[in-house]
């Protein structure tokens, strides 16, 4: 029996005509600080400033009583946006 790991599924197909970009993620990480996303090349201080803008909307997650999360940024959300969209 061949098995392959499980891969999420779910995605937005990507708009440009790169092969290398063939399934895009229906959200993603923010980038760490000093990185740029791997999707579009945008760094942090860019999806805070569209987030302040009311031109992007930041997922947070996190546990009930704690302090920390995880900032997930949607990916139709930015192609809207960098398509001049919204």
């Given at each position: 029996?061949?098995?392959?790991p499980h891969?999420?599924?779910t ?17 993603f ?9 791997e999707n ?5 201080a860019f999806?805070y400033?569209a987030?302040?803008?009311g031109r ?8 009930k009583?704690k302090?920390?999360g ?6 139709a959300q930015?192609l809207?946006l960098l398509?001049?969209g919204?």
């Amino acid at each position: 029996m061949n098995l392959t790991p499980h891969q999420p599924t779910t995605g937005t197909p990507a708009n440009t005509g790169s092969p290398k970009l063939k399934e895009l993620p229906v959200t993603f990480r923010l980038p760490k600080a000093g990185q740029r996303d791997e999707n579009f090349g945008c760094s942090r201080a860019f999806y805070y400033a569209a987030e302040a803008d009311g031109r992007l909307s930041l997922i947070r997650l996190r546990e009930k009583g704690k302090t920390r999360g995880v900032t997930l940024v949607s990916t139709a959300q930015v192609l809207a946006l960098l398509e001049g969209g919204k």
